[in-house]
């Protein structure tokens, strides 16, 4: 398994930036991509952007298009997603995940990632 551990969330106004960042341990090795995720409360938790762990290919979720920004760094075994033009309808707990399953393509089904992280609130002020 993978521990992730999230931080970077925040308050921050409409309009603002922030950056989590995702640090991963354990069986790193066996990473094949990594993602955050958002969930509000009593909504699912949904799909903001993902990156393949080996050649970075990335995907994005309407949501965060041209405003999120999904990069890794492979030394520390960290994602980040930069966030920026902020909106308050992105207020949420942003969740880290793993997947450790070879496949063809990123999957954007959350039951399919198998390790999260604890979860970070971002709160988006008007």
């Known amino acids: 398994q993978v521990l992730l551990v999230e931080s970077g969330g925040g308050l921050v106004q409409a309009g603002g930036s922030l950056r989590l960042s995702c640090a991963a341990s354990g069986r790193t090795s066996d990473i094949y991509a990594m993602a955050w995720f958002r969930q509000d409360p009593g909504k699912e938790r949904d799909i903001v952007a993902a990156i393949n762990w080996s050649d970075g290919d990335t995907y994005y979720a309407d949501a965060g298009k041209g405003r999120f920004t999904i990069s890794r760094d492979n030394a520390k075994n960290t994602v980040y997603l930069q966030m920026s033009s902020l909106k308050p309808e992105d207020t949420a707990v942003y969740y880290c995940?793993?997947?450790?399953?070879?496949?063809?393509?990123?999957?954007?089904?959350?039951?399919?990632?198998?390790?999260w992280g604890q979860g970070t609130q971002v709160t988006v002020s008007s």
């Open positions: 995940a793993a997947d450790l399953v070879r496949r063809d393509t990123i999957v954007i089904v959350t039951s399919l990632w198998q390790n």
